[in-house]
């Protein structure tokens, strides 16, 4: 059986490792990896795809040129950009290796969410500006115990955060997903609620949703204007999905509320952009994805579903046209 790696060479290299190239080359022939249809060799023996950030997409040139191809390995998040219309007609699977870039974003967002409730920003804030390593931290801080956390979507990275936050403490998790009932998340061990009322109720509220038509502008100046005293937000999805203004209208007036956003509307900001220069708004450098060593997990979740279709063992991480709609 036949691969090809069609995507751009360094994303190549940040996907898939030496030692995964090795094991995935005693699988499969390969025979190149291309930047394009046009540049490949002969690909009308090749069997499976190996893609990534960078890919080619999958249109009918491409399809036509690989009349054998069995199966996509796209060794990164959403597919939108590498999926067509003309390759769910054909009888051609795609396995995405999203679930392995959910996990750095939940290490991350799990890991501010413990800082935010220890209040950790705020209080070395106050320790360096007055100049005291010892600080009243007991009248300061309410903790991370039986705390309200308010998730935005049940999403992959959703999940997985609220899975990180259960084994951590026990806290009230609060879930916006009108996808999902009541009496399911309820047998998840969370709380649905709507998506003003997480704002009300929440001590931190992270923001999973995809970016989608009906989700964009989807927070607004109606949810940060009535975030609890000393609530924080987070991020971590896509900028559009907030109101920037809204958010800065409400920020400078309350600066006892904290925002840490990973991803900003537009991305890159201005130079000029008022977020730089508020005190209560925290800016990363969109680093929360699969950064450094963690991009190699996508390439080795791919190996990992290759050697699945080799043995016949159902996809794990197949994405059906209704997942396809759902992502951003």
Not at 97 to 126: E, H, M, R
Not at 134 to 140: A, F, Q, S
Not at 170 to 198: H, M
């Amino acid at each position: 059986m036949k691969a090809v790696f069609l995507l751009s060479e360094d994303n190549y290299k940040r996907i898939y490792s030496d030692d995964c190239l090795e094991k995935i080359k005693k699988e499969v022939e390969v025979i190149g990896r291309f930047d394009s249809i046009a540049e490949a060799v002969d690909l009308s023996d090749v069997d499976f795809v190996f893609s990534g950030w960078g890919a080619v997409p999958m249109d009918k040139i491409a399809l036509d040129a690989m009349p054998k191809l069995k199966l996509v390995l796209y060794g990164a998040g959403s597919i939108k950009k590498v999926q067509t219309d003309y390759m769910w007609e054909r009888d051609v699977d795609i396995t995405s290796a999203s679930s392995a870039n959910a996990i750095p974003v939940a290490q991350y967002t799990t890991s501010l969410i413990q800082l935010l409730l220890k209040d950790f920003f705020k209080l070395t804030s106050i320790s360096k500006s007055e100049r005291k390593n010892k600080l009243d931290v007991y009248n300061l801080s309410k903790g991370f115990y039986k705390r309200n956390i308010g998730i935005i979507s049940y999403s992959k990275i959703g999940q997985a955060v609220i899975n990180n936050l259960k084994c951590l403490s026990d806290n009230n998790i609060y879930v916006y997903d009108p996808l999902y009932d009541e009496d399911y998340f309820r047998k998840e061990g969370v709380i649905k609620a709507e998506l003003t009322e997480i704002f009300e109720k929440c001590d931190v509220v992270s923001l999973h949703t995809p970016l989608l038509e009906e989700t964009k502008n989807m927070i607004t100046i109606e949810q940060f204007s009535r975030m609890k005293e000393n609530a924080s937000f987070i991020n971590t999805a896509r900028g559009k999905i907030i109101n920037t203004e809204d958010l800065i209208k409400v920020f400078s007036k309350r600066s006892d509320l904290t925002a840490i956003l990973d991803v900003t509307d537009p991305e890159p900001l201005s130079k000029d952009s008022l977020l730089y220069d508020m005190d209560n708004i925290i800016l990363s450098p969109h680093m929360a994805g699969s950064i450094g060593n963690e991009t190699y997990l996508m390439g080795e979740m791919m190996y990992d579903e290759l050697i699945r279709y080799i043995n016949g063992i159902d996809l794990k991480y197949k994405i059906t046209h209704e997942d396809f709609m759902r992502m951003a």
